[in-house]
């Protein structure tokens, strides 16, 4: 079953936010279990419809979430995508089961396995908000106040597509604030 919640975590956490999601998606009155791999950096918590799962990532309050980095809503999961076509795959399931979105992410989960598909997916990304547009799942300018698709990459040939809603998600980039140091300014003095 492809639908439920895919939520980052801090890799290690796992089974924390496991717990954490049982028990705040219980006190919404749904119901599910989660699919979790040690190290993996994510939580598959699924649930019988995927009304259920948007229902929970309308109501839950990501920010009151300790160990989830993002929140997801899944709406499939993919297993050997077609090196020579995975963006057709994933626009068909795009179009079929996304509302219009606003963005696009294309990410992984935070281990040091994930992270060397960081250039793979920056490359991905083009081509794939292209045919998004297209096919009318991504709006051809980014809207702040739409949903945001999100794709996580586990390898170049798997990987789970979902949205997240702009006001009830992580801005950041795979979840994770990023520290910007100011620029450093030279003074040369003669």
């Known amino acids: 079953m492809d639908s439920g919640l895919l939520l980052y975590c801090r890799r290690g956490f796992e089974k924390e936010c496991a717990g954490e999601i049982q028990q705040v998606a219980s006190e919404q009155e749904v119901y599910g279990y989660c699919v979790v791999e040690d190290n993996s950096g994510y939580v598959h918590f699924v649930c019988q419809e995927i009304a259920q799962a948007d229902q929970l990532a309308k109501r839950i309050a990501f920010t009151k ?51 060397e598909l960081l250039s793979f997916c920056r490359k991905f990304t083009v081509p794939l908000r292209g045919a998004l547009r297209k096919q009318g799942c991504l709006l051809n300018k980014e809207h702040a106040k739409k949903p945001v698709i999100h794709l996580m990459m586990l390898d170049s040939s798997q990987g789970y597509l979902g949205y997240s809603y702009a006001d009830n998600n992580s801005p950041f980039f795979m979840g994770i604030p990023r520290l910007r140091f100011p620029g450093l300014h030279l003074v040369v003095r003669p």
Do not use: H, W
């Open 65 to 115: 979430l300790v160990f989830a980095r993002q929140m997801i809503v899944l709406v499939a999961k993919f297993k050997d995508l077609p090196s020579d076509d995975r963006i057709s795959v994933i626009v068909d399931a795009a179009a079929s089961e996304l509302p219009v979105c606003g963005d696009l992410r294309v990410e992984t989960p935070d281990t040091n396995e994930a992270k």
